[in-house]
């Protein structure tokens, strides 16, 4: 439609006095320069919708109550990004950053939705420890030494997936103790429930017959193990051994 009004004004160049006043007051080369712009921030604007909507859907996995093989990285990828708004930097916060160290793992056998309510309680977790603690010492500082959480996966052994979360400035033997503790919490009244890491480890270790470790010190860091068992394998090498026997039989 731009392009029509350009080509009356490029042949008729002295439009009628009402047309010209027309186009005066609602200001046409204005909107003609801005409309495309307008339209283009609202595709950006309804792509980003559209990989959130993505994001929330897959991260829930309603829709798939059983366990089935999935992409873990797609279930870490979606969690980061719900919670994107919290690693962006805020007026007294500097940037966290996430260094992604991702393996080549094969689908996961698992319930998805459980799992990335997992990778979701140790992530806004990490969040929550080192936003106190850029709070404690200082914004420069912060900016100056800034803390980031490194997300590592690999296949650990020929039936087990391995997903490492590692953050912050690590914590004292006294609370790492008591992690796992229904209702233990170190943040104000009113921040936290205490059930967020009880809850993660019945999911990784009640339903999917995994572990789920915690390694922290004092200035070295905290580091979280997740550790699944590919059962579709398991079940692969069992039928495998199972019709070995049969034909020696």
Known sequence: MLELVQLYQKYDLN?????????????????????????????????????????????????????????????????????QIRLKAQPDSPLIQVVKNYGNLPLVECYAGELNQVFMNILANAIDVIESYNLERGYQEAITNPCAIAITTEYSTPNRITVRIADGPGMAENVKQRLFDPFFTTKPVGKGTGLGLSISDQIVVEKHKGFLRCESAPGKGTEFSIEIPLRQEVRQIASLVSLQRSEVA
């Open 15 to 83: 439009p009628r006095s009402e047309i010209a006043e027309y186009l005066e007051n609602i200001d046409f080369h204005f909107v003609s320069d801005d409309l495309p712009k307008v339209l283009s921030s609202m595709k950006i604007g309804a792509d980003r919708i559209l990989q959130l909507v993505k994001s929330f859907r897959n991260f829930s996995r309603l829709d798939e109550g059983k366990m089935k093989p999935v992409n873990i990285h797609e279930g870490l990828d979606s969690t980061l990004l719900i919670l």
